[in-house]
């Protein structure tokens, strides 16, 4: 079985490149969202426990299985450890066998931005210049590659609570986008104004309204996404009330992101509804479009089928025994460990 450590991520990365990585990824899930029906569809396993959770996030079609392992702590950062960790496994459904296991700290990073880069391609926004994102963690970079590759910015505007990691952020974004005005803002409601692209990226738990409907513009497009739990939500209520909703699996979507503000309100349209043009964004008007993006296991799946065909380049994984091979007897398991 191949495995994918974070030494090994990162050389793929580094070799790669973040914005074709993340095109790649998007490429795969259009394949992935035009074939939805072939996948079971499930809501994922969840472990709540006050203020963190653990789940798992299994998906399969007839030639594959995959799952992903995820947690989200908030707290951990007081102890200077991830709030959020992945890895995942992909596996052939002919033999059953694991070939690959993932780290996916990373390519969770890439597979989100990914999302968010093409789900982008069905929202109205196409000459959006100005662009805003709240919260600049570690999801932060990456989403703003995604948006800037897609899209002419001409301006960012920020915010974060954290100070140093609102620097941090100016400094690595200007460093690979010079040409583009980056503004760093005392709230995130000053930093969505005017914004045509507004990304919530937070890990704020509890009922939050980190932006009002107010503060943002006729026409806007808002991707509410990031780590998510019964619970926690980020916008206003009459920014749903307004907006053309769309959800990667509204079952998951109800139970833990911004539609659990929002019971009796209507969805319209599930991803792969664009992905087929059996519905279209572009011909419908809103006040606001919002992608109530929660994260699937289809996306894991896509993204780890990505890093399986890279691997299959020389020295981008390594090799780990698992599975019991070459017995000589496969109904003698105590000899095969003594031989």
Known sequence: MKIITIASMKKIVSDVWIAELIEKIENRLRKDYLDWESFEHSVRYA??????????????????FSYKYVNGHPQNVKIWHPSVMWIGQLSECRSGEPILLSEMTILTALRTAATTAFTASFFPCESASHFAIIWNGTQ???????????????????????????????????????????????SSRKAVKNAEIIITVTEAFGKQQVIKEDDIKIWACIFAIWWDC?????????????????????????????????????????????????????????????????GIWIEDYSALQVIYDISKQDGYWEEINLIPKNMKNLKNLYWYIFD
Not at 55 to 61: A, D, H, R
Not at 236 to 253: F, H
Request: charged share 25%; aromatic share 14%.
């Open 47 to 64: 472990h709540y426990v006050k203020e963190w959770a653990i789940e798992l996030m299994p998906v399969g079609n007839k030639d594959y």
């Open 140 to 186: 932060s970079i990456f989403q703003t590659i995604a948006i800037c590759e897609r899209y002419n910015i001409k301006e960012i505007s920020h915010y974060d609570i954290d100070l140093d990691s609102m620097a941090l952020y100016k400094q690595q974004i200007q460093k690979i986008y010079p040409n583009i005005l980056i503004k760093s803002t005392k």
């Open 230 to 294: 019964p619970n926690k939500t980020e916008l206003d209520i009459e920014i749903l009330k307004n907006s053309a909703i769309v959800v990667e699996y509204e079952q998951q979507t109800r139970k833990e992101w911004e539609l659990q503000n929002f019971p009796k309100g209507v969805v319209f349209a599930n991803l792969n509804e664009l992905v087929t043009w059996k519905k279209t964004l572009k011909d419908y008007t809103s006040k606001y479009y919002l992608f109530d993006w929660v």
